[in-house]
Every structure is written in structure tokens, then in C-alpha cells.
């Protein structure tokens, strides 16, 4: 049978922990896929955990552990709905949740919560995780992680390729032709996170769903031009973001000061051109003439700003994951199954083009099942 490994994940935008089941021999097959919705007292202390805040300690290791179990309920409830055993598993591949990332400061870190000791244990599955922390250690950034599983299954050396993940930020890996020209990649700022966030404080509704109350709106060009004057846009890559750069207090931020009057929807629809207009001048920057540009993560699923990008890059066709076999929320977590099978064959996992490492580096740590 089919080596089988899991790939858990919970993003950004910390809405659910996605699973897939997924073998990648002689080519990439999705056996089953499952979410759970992330409870919102553990999303609410997750986001405090994103910034400074009172006795983080008590807080970090409770909601460690009980992430470390959602996680491993997440991958039993998928066992079961594909009558799996663990056996059947080879590994679990989990990236946990992103509480802090810094790596640009003078002692750069990372941290990823979610007790892999706890899901090994509730699952029966040997577990590898902590997968950014070595890529820190080499002098990367940690992410975007991502783009050597893009380069791996979507790289053509036909046509010039460009990957955009969009999920609460957003990065493209970059899959030129020419074999020659070495794979890149990084995050180009935020994608769902802040507009996400101005749906929940004023509708009340998780998101924007295909981006429909963002399109009653009108861009405010004046406040997009003093958002996109933040110092990360200007950074050269390699680089990465997070919730530590782009979250909702540094959004009402300009409405306490210079916009107090600028109408809910049109800071909606403002939104989703910040998100558009980061990831076109990245694109650009690529240089490339004509390509494919291939939509993943729940952006994807934002018809409005599905149809900015078209307009802006006119020299792009843009495709769905989902033409490849794989839905757009999906793509993430397969990755990270793949990142756990390389981990195992002692493979390297990062591209030091991508992240800024000193060299390829076999990324995270195996906890036995």
C-alpha cells in the first residue's frame, strides 16, 4: 500500500485545524481531507497570544496542550471517516500554530504551539513538527516553507509559473522555466488577516465571503497609499510576516488619526485592493513576460479579489489548485504531510533562495509514535 502520511494545520486566520490524508508516490493522491472549527475561547486566547500580554506563560503552556489535542482529534475523526487505522499512517505532519514570529530581530525566533508529545499520543502516529525553528537557526526566515513543496509538484519547465497562497498572509513561490534560474519565494503581506478582521468587528460574519461586501465599495486611494507605506512592503525579500506586523489595532490605527470618516465598506474594499496591489508589485518583480498564476488557500475563493488580480495582471491566466486535483484550503496541509516525508527520508525541507538559510537543512523534530 500506499506510504500515507497526515498533514495538520491551523493558519493565520485561525478559523479551523484543516487535515488531509495524502500519499505522494508515483504521484501526489488526496485520500480525504477534514476541519474542525477552532472553539472560540482557544481562538481568543491564540490571538492574545500574538502579542504582548499578562502571565503568557500560564496561557501558552494550557493552550499548547489543548491545541495539542484538537489537533490530534482532528486526525482521529479523519482515520475514521477514511476507516484508517494508524498503522496505515507512515507520519503525521503538523505545523502547529504560529504565536509569535520575529525573525528579524538581533535574537531571531519563531514559535509554533501545539504539543506534538500530546497528538503522538492521542493518535498512535509518529508526529513531526517544529518545522521552522532550524530554518531560523540557519539564518532564514522560517517561511515561507511552502514553496519547495510548490516547486516540487506545480514547477513546469514549459511555461513560467507563479504560486500565490493566500491564506491570512500571503506569499507566492516563484517557478521560473528556465531550470537554470533557481525556484524563490516569500510572503508579500497580508491576505485575509486584516479584511477577515474588519468583517468580524463590523458584521459580526467570520469573513467576506467571495469578497461581496468588499465589491459594494470604493477604494480609498489615500488611505491604500498610507498603508502600503508600511516599512514591510519596502523590505527585500527574503522576508516574512505575521500578525506581529499587520493586525487589527494597527488597522484602526489610521481611523483614530487621519480617516475617521471613511464608510466600513469602502475600508473593505480598500482592504482587499492592499492585499491585491502587495502581491501585483511582487509578481511584476518577477520579471517574467507572460505566466500562470495559481491561485491556493481561502483567498482563492474571493471572487472579487480573484477578478483585481486578473485586471491587473493582465499577462497572467489565473488557475485554481483545484484544476490540479487539490481544493485551495487544502494545498497547505498537503505540504506540510510532504515536509514530514522528507523530514523522515533525512531530505532537506527548506530553500535557502526562499528564506535567507545558509543551506538546505532537514527541518523539525520526530516524536515517536
Same mark, same amino acid.
Given at each position: 500500500?500506499?506510504? &500515507?502520511?497526515?498533514?495538520?494545520?491551523?493558519?493565520?486566520?485561525?478559523?479551523?485545524?484543516?487535515?488531509?490524508?495524502?500519499?505522494?508516490?508515483?504521484?501526489?493522491?488526496?485520500?480525504?481531507?477534514?476541519?474542525?472549527?477552532?472553539?472560540?475561547?482557544?481562538?481568543?486566547?491564540?490571538?492574545?497570544?500574538?502579542?504582548?500580554?499578562?502571565? =503568557?506563560?500560564?496561557?501558552?503552556?494550557?493552550?499548547?496542550?489543548?491545541?495539542?489535542?484538537?489537533?490530534?482529534?482532528?486526525?482521529?475523526?479523519?482515520?475514521?471517516?477514511? @476507516?484508517?487505522?494508524?498503522?496505515?499512517?507512515?507520519?503525521?505532519?503538523?505545523?502547529?500554530?504560529?504565536?509569535?514570529?520575529? *525573525?528579524?530581530?538581533?535574537?531571531?525566533?519563531?514559535?509554533?504551539?501545539?504539543? *506534538?508529545?500530546? &497528538?503522538? =499520543?492521542?493518535?498512535?502516529?509518529?508526529?513531526?513538527?517544529?518545522?521552522?525553528?532550524?530554518?531560523?537557526?540557519?539564518?532564514?526566515?522560517?517561511?515561507?516553507?511552502?514553496?519547495?513543496?510548490?516547486?516540487?509538484?506545480?514547477?513546469?519547465?514549459?511555461?513560467?509559473?507563479?504560486?500565490? @497562497?493566500?491564506?491570512?498572509?500571503? @506569499?507566492?513561490?516563484?517557478?521560473?522555466?528556465?531550470?537554470?534560474?533557481?525556484?524563490?519565494?516569500?510572503?508579500?503581506?497580508?491576505?485575509?488577516?486584516?479584511?477577515?478582521?474588519?468583517?468580524?468587528?463590523?458584521?459580526?460574519?467570520?469573513?467576506?465571503?467571495?469578497?461581496?461586501?468588499?465589491?459594494?465599495?470604493?477604494?480609498?486611494?489615500?488611505?491604500?497609499?498610507?498603508?502600503?507605506?508600511?516599512?514591510?512592503?519596502?523590505?527585500? *525579500?527574503?522576508?516574512?510576516?505575521?500578525?506581529?506586523?499587520?493586525?487589527?489595532?494597527?488597522?484602526?490605527?489610521?481611523?483614530?488619526?487621519?480617516?475617521?470618516?471613511?464608510?466600513? =465598506?469602502?475600508?473593505?474594499?480598500?482592504?482587499?485592493?492592499?492585499?491585491?496591489?502587495?502581491?501585483?508589485?511582487?509578481?511584476?518583480?518577477?520579471?517574467?513576460?507572460?505566466? =500562470?498564476?495559481?491561485?491556493?488557500?481561502?483567498?482563492?475563493?474571493?471572487?472579487?479579489?480573484?477578478?483585481?488580480?486578473?485586471?491587473?495582471?493582465?499577462?497572467?491566466?489565473?488557475?485554481?489548485?483545484?484544476?490540479?486535483? &487539490?481544493?485551495?484550503?487544502?494545498?497547505?496541509?498537503?505540504?506540510?504531510?510532504?515536509?514530514?516525508?522528507?523530514?523522515?527520508?533525512?531530505?532537506?525541507?527548506?530553500?535557502?533562495?526562499?528564506?535567507?538559510?545558509?543551506?538546505?537543512?532537514?527541518?523539525?523534530?520526530?516524536?515517536?509514535?
Amino acid at each position: 500500500m500506499d506510504e &500515507i502520511y497526515l498533514g495538520l494545520m491551523s493558519g493565520t486566520s485561525l478559523d479551523a485545524i484543516d487535515v488531509v490524508a495524502v500519499s505522494f508516490e508515483p504521484t501526489l493522491h488526496l485520500w480525504g481531507t477534514h476541519s474542525l472549527l477552532l472553539p472560540a475561547d482557544i481562538r481568543e486566547d491564540v490571538l492574545a497570544l500574538t502579542q504582548p500580554y499578562d502571565n =503568557e506563560i500560564e496561557r501558552l503552556g494550557r493552550v499548547d496542550v489543548l491545541l495539542g489535542q484538537l489537533f490530534a482529534d482532528c486526525a482521529n475523526q479523519l482515520l475514521d471517516k477514511l @476507516n484508517l487505522s494508524p498503522s496505515q499512517i507512515t507520519a503525521i505532519g503538523s505545523h502547529g500554530q504560529t504565536i509569535r514570529h520575529r *525573525p528579524d530581530l538581533e535574537t531571531p525566533f519563531t514559535l509554533q504551539i501545539t504539543d *506534538p508529545n500530546v &497528538i503522538a =499520543e492521542k493518535t498512535g502516529i509518529t508526529v513531526v513538527a517544529d518545522f521552522r525553528r532550524r530554518d531560523v537557526a540557519a539564518g532564514g526566515q522560517g517561511a515561507p516553507l511552502v514553496p519547495a513543496f510548490h516547486a516540487a509538484i506545480l514547477r513546469d519547465h514549459a511555461i513560467n509559473r507563479v504560486v500565490l @497562497n493566500l491564506g491570512g498572509m500571503a @506569499n507566492i513561490t516563484v517557478l521560473p522555466a528556465d531550470s537554470s534560474v533557481a525556484v524563490y519565494g516569500y510572503d508579500t503581506g497580508p491576505a485575509n488577516v486584516l479584511m477577515d478582521a474588519w468583517c468580524q468587528i463590523t458584521l459580526k460574519q467570520p469573513f467576506d465571503e467571495n469578497g461581496a461586501w468588499a465589491a459594494t465599495g470604493h477604494v480609498d486611494s489615500a488611505l491604500l497609499a498610507d498603508m502600503l507605506a508600511h516599512p514591510f512592503f519596502a523590505k527585500r *525579500p527574503p522576508k516574512s510576516t505575521g500578525r506581529e506586523d499587520f493586525h487589527i489595532d494597527w488597522l484602526l490605527e489610521f481611523f483614530d488619526c487621519a480617516y475617521p470618516n471613511v464608510l466600513a =465598506e469602502d475600508i473593505q474594499a480598500t482592504l482587499l485592493a492592499l492585499t491585491a496591489q502587495s502581491v501585483v508589485d511582487a509578481v511584476n518583480q518577477t520579471g517574467f513576460s507572460e505566466g =500562470e498564476l495559481w491561485l491556493c488557500g481561502g483567498g482563492a475563493y474571493n471572487k472579487a479579489l480573484w477578478q483585481l488580480l486578473s485586471t491587473k495582471l493582465p499577462h497572467y491566466t489565473l488557475h485554481s489548485t483545484e484544476e490540479m486535483g &487539490i481544493a485551495p484550503t487544502w494545498l497547505e496541509a498537503c505540504a506540510f504531510a510532504w515536509l514530514a516525508k522528507q523530514t523522515l527520508a533525512g531530505f532537506s525541507g527548506n530553500l535557502p533562495a526562499v528564506t535567507g538559510a545558509i543551506g538546505q537543512r532537514i527541518l523539525g523534530g520526530i516524536f515517536q509514535a
